[in-house]
T-cell receptor, first 115, second 113 residues
């Protein structure tokens, strides 16, 4: 089954404790992206990657890191989480988004609470 | 800066009624306008999309209306059903934004039986 998977689905942590949220897709997509969803703000892009070893900042990159060492994986790293990073996080992937109409496929989400 | 503004934030409709969600954008270089549907506990999924050279696109009970001069587009859900209850996001992208999607704030739709 074609899908985007994220782990963990739920995470409670404390301020300053490094964490990684994994994202994997099995559709051979070049493009992968991380978003955070907050009430009243919609989906905001954190980082994206056009291909292996190519990553770039989205609209809200502060406090996050990413890497793209393999085509299928795109982990999101919070090196020193803070309470304002409490949010619902989504990973998404697609073929080249510069082709008109390319659909982004979203993972099921990771709900993070930073105490 | 919110380049895509969506309204209303929440909407309650009776079964069989018409649900209308509106979006306005600023960047005239946007050329792809999708709507995503998100059920509780799930990620968003593409519902329907339109390009700016057409004024309307219909897929089943879902219709996008597009007004290029006003820089507005809207989603109409005809004969709304309780199963349509979800959060809806409009989005836009174009070459000048690197083809990255910019999302609206979202509308939580509730269809009462």
């Amino acid at each position: 089954e074609a899908q985007v998977t994220q782990n963990p689905r739920y995470l409670i942590t404390v301020t300053g404790k490094k964490l990684t949220v994994t994202c994997s897709q099995n559709m051979n997509h070049e493009y992968m992206s991380w978003y955070r969803q907050d009430p009243g703000l919609g989906l905001r892009q954190i980082y994206y990657s056009m291909n292996v070893e190519v990553t770039d900042k989205g609209d809200v990159p502060e406090g996050y890191k990413v890497s793209r060492k393999e085509k299928r994986n795109f982990p999101l790293i919070l090196e020193s989480p803070s309470p304002n990073q409490t949010s619902l996080y989504f990973c998404a992937s697609s073929f080249d988004p510069r082709r008109w109409g390319e659909t982004q496929y979203f993972g099921p989400g990771t709900r993070l609470l930073v105490l | 800066q919110q380049q895509v503004k969506q309204s209303p934030q929440s909407l309650i409709v009776q079964k069989g009624g018409i649900s209308i969600i509106n979006c306005a954008y600023e960047n005239t270089a946007f050329d792809y306008f999708p709507w995503y549907q998100q059920f509780p506990g799930k990620g968003p999924a593409l519902l329907i999309a339109i390009r700016p050279d057409v004024s309307e696109k219909k897929e089943g009970r879902f219709t996008i209306s597009f007004n290029k001069s006003a820089k507005q587009f809207s989603l109409h859900i005809m004969d709304s059903q309780p199963g349509d209850s979800a959060t809806y996001f409009c989005a836009a992208s174009g070459e000048t934004s690197g083809s990255r999607l910019t999302f609206g704030e979202g509308t939580q739709l509730t269809v009462n039986p």
